[in-house]
């Protein structure tokens, strides 16, 4: 057996992926003549496809420096390097650090350059041609690779397969072509000798066609109506696939029907699982991958990312398929465009964004290709919205708040331009002044923030007048006036923020008692959790403070005992409760109780910090838990230890003020007094009260100071 992975690494540059998916499925499906391999070789490829597997990256590499890992094990694992030479490979980085890289792992022998378009002169990569060092660095040596020319019609492109082929089986070339050749006239006297047994019969079939054409002719009339019923029974049940999956989706959504939406994906999922797949049609097909992103979107909503991935990754498959066959049909971009989204979500939940940018920037584009192509539809104008704020929402994510701002703004005027056309998309509408809100707020123009926050709220409850029973616009409202309450913090009225929170708290008790399993009702209900300790804690209600707390944790527990795979659950939910049931027992005086609630997660945030610092909550749950830790220490006489904390806590902090939110100011300044840093600390609460800050643990605790008994004056979170 083979010590490698793959037979072969196929490089390529993404505008030559036709002829590299054409090469990719040629040679795996190759089957060589009897008796072209040495019978050394018999055993080792008693499989009737020797050349599988073979490795062809097929997703677009994002920017940057190096190849991902799983590509340089892919390519240690790969005993030959076939390269697709045009000038597009030849200028393209990743082609030529692919070849690179195998030359650093096996030398410069087993490579094949497989020529798709001009002259070796201009399609073959510099790495190629020359010898690489050890280092990676090109070396002085001209080489001529082994190539196989697919230009010049279909006996060239059969001639290079067989060349390709030959290298990967060890086999002669001449040996190869003769077998092949005597494997086509076999065929040809097996086709001959048919063709005599033919006529033979035909004599005996003459005779008796003529007394079995009338009942042919009967048992054709029958066949003709049994296909038309069949047809029209086809027809029929498409058009109610149709509608389960568009009309009756469209109705089941507002009143958060998971179960029954779970039923009509599943539904139409098992009719296109009894069908012929090979003869389903292009509609046919469309239907089933947009079942797929309706279960996909059902299984994120309950908590299972990786079978929505899966789902998601299976419907990807078939609308890229279709939109390849058809790219200007705009049902088709539509539908490929939708899988890329769906798949970017997940990315995004997982808090892996760079991969999620890549998913949601070609989503974008497919969106302004579908409004290239049909400018007067409306459903496109509403895709381009949808583009633009899923980039603007992952910019704020990631806290890049100038692409936040121009993303947000373009989704805005995509949707005024709908709503000039009489569509008033009121759900968009409030969703786009959410985001704007939350990215003014960030950026410490509270002003705007709250002129935002209001028309989100107002939209919402004007929705919900039409419709009480719609729980996807209820659960919004929660959100919206959670945003309010934080600027009701912020504006220093910690009053006005707990009348915002507390019917909320009261309504997310139903929607969890009518949809448990619905991960946004949940995730909400944690938040707000956390919104009402953090108030609580202001206003000295100590013993309400630890019991919500303690709600909190179990709450966020339970929550990521469903997929431990989303950041978001473990960093901004689970950990952070954690973070202030420590809080508030510290503010109790039970210091041991606030350092064991810190010791279940702070050990495995400091060391897994590189890899989730993206999360936008992470650099400040690290500050402030490191920064309790160390008034922690500090009350037990531990000043050094406590020193290297809060220093700890500067260092996740820093940043420059116009760039870092208002809350990690707000923290920065109450770790610089800890330190004795009080003229910079001074400066820097002067710079968030010239902007408005006036929250009232911010105000009470500027100073950073700890009390005789170790308490700490309450400081400003989330």
């Known amino acids: 057996m083979s010590r490698f992975k793959y037979k072969a690494f196929i490089s390529y540059s993404h505008e030559d992926e036709a ?72 200028r393209s980085h990743w082609t030529n650090r692919e070849i690179i890289e195998f030359k650093k792992i096996h030398g410069s022998d087993n490579i094949i350059a497989v020529v798709a378009e001009g002259d070796p002169e201009r399609s073959f990569p510099t790495p190629l041609r020359q010898e690489v060092l050890p280092t990676g660095e090109i070396g002085a040596a001209v080489l001529e690779p082994l190539a196989a020319d697919l230009q010049g019609g279909r006996a060239n492109r059969r001639l290079a397969l067989h060349k390709v082929a030959a290298t990967l089986l060890g086999v002669g070339l001449d040996q190869l072509v003769q077998r092949e050749a005597q494997r086509r006239h076999r065929f040809l006297a097996l086709v001959a000798t048919a063709a005599m047994v033919g006529m033979v019969v035909m004599g005996w079939l003459t005779y008796t066609a003529v007394n079995e054409r009338r009942a042919a002719d ?14 029209q029974r086809r027809e029929e049940a498409e058009g109610l696939i149709e509608f389960m999956l568009s009309d009756l989706r469209e109705k089941l959504e507002p009143v958060g029907r998971l179960d029954v939406l779970d039923v009509v994906g599943s539904r139409a999922l098992d009719y296109y699982a009894r069908q012929d ?147 008033p998309r009121t759900d968009e509408w409030a969703n786009i002044h959410s985001w704007l809100s939350s990215a003014y707020r960030h950026q410490k123009k509270f002003r705007q923030a709250g002129v935002h926050s209001r028309e989100e709220v107002n939209t919402w409850m004007q929705v919900l007048e039409q419709d009480p029973a719609d729980q996807a616009a209820r659960r919004q409202l929660v959100i919206a006036r959670r945003g309010a309450a934080q600027l009701a913090l912020i504006g220093g009225d910690s009053d006005a923020a707990l009348d915002l929170l507390l019917p909320e708290y009261t309504a997310l008790r139903e929607m969890k008692t009518f949809e448990p399993d619905h991960t946004l009702t949940l995730e909400q209900d944690i938040l707000l959790l956390q919104d009402l300790v953090e108030i609580r804690v202001l206003q000295g209600e100590l013993a309400a403070a630890a019991e919500q707390s303690r709600a909190c944790v179990n709450l966020a527990e339970a929550l990521r005992q469903r997929d431990d795979s989303v950041l978001f659950w473990q960093v901004e939910l689970d950990w952070r409760c954690r973070y202030l049931a420590a809080q508030v027992a510290f503010e109790q005086q039970r210091t041991d109780q606030a350092e064991q609630w810190l010791d279940t997660y702070y050990g495995q945030l400091v060391s897994d910090y590189d890899s989730i610092a993206g999360q936008k909550e992470a650099p400040l749950l690290l500050a402030e838990s490191s920064l309790l830790l160390g008034d922690i220490v500090y009350t037990q006489g531990r000043e050094d230890e406590a020193r290297r904390l809060w220093h700890r806590a500067q260092a996740a902090l820093e940043g420059e003020p116009d760039e870092l939110e208002p809350t990690r100011i707000a923290a920065l300044v109450t770790v610089l007094h800890r330190l004795g840093k009080q003229e910079r600390a001074d400066a820097l609460a002067a710079y968030l009260r010239d902007r408005g800050y006036r929250h009232p643990g911010f105000e009470s605790g500027a100073d950073g100071s700890l009390s005789a008994q170790g308490q700490r004056r309450p400081n400003n979170r989330r």
Not at 46 to 75: G, H, K
Not at 78 to 88: D, R, Y
Not at 304 to 315: C, G, H, S
């Open 277 to 423: 797949q090979q003869s389903l049609e292009p509609e046919s097909l469309g239907r089933r991958a947009r079942a797929l992103h309706l279960l996909g979107e059902i299984s994120g909503l309950k908590g299972d990312v990786e079978a929505a991935l899966d789902r998601f990754t299976l419907a990807a498959e078939s609308t890229e398929l279709l939109m390849v066959a058809q790219p200007d049909n705009p049902r088709r971009v539509f539908d490929h465009a939708q899988s890329v989204f769906w798949m970017g979500l997940v990315a995004f939940q997982q808090g892996h964004y760079a991969q999620a940018s890549v998913s949601f920037e070609r989503y974008l584009q497919y969106a302004q290709q579908l409004v290239e192509l049909e400018p007067a539809e409306p459903r496109w104008l509403l895709e381009l919205f949808y583009g633009h704020q899923a980039m603007g929402g992952l910019a704020v994510e990631i806290q890049d708040w100038s692409q936040a701002e121009t993303h947000l703004l373009s989704a805005v005027d995509a949707l005024e331009r709908l709503r000039e056309k009489g569509d």
């Open 218 to 231: 009967a048992a054709r009339a029958v066949a003709d109506e049994s296909r038309r019923l069949a047809e």
């Open 19 to 90: 002829t590299a998916r054409w090469l990719h499925s040629a040679l795996e499906t190759y089957r060589p003549p009897r008796g072209v391999l040495p019978s050394s070789q018999v055993d080792a490829h008693s499989t009737a496809f020797p050349l599988r597997p073979i490795f062809r990256d097929q997703e677009e590499l994002v920017a940057a420096a190096n190849l991902s890992r799983s590509l340089v094990e892919a390519l240690q694992q790969s005993e030959f390097l076939i390269v697709i030479c045009s000038p597009n490979s030849a």
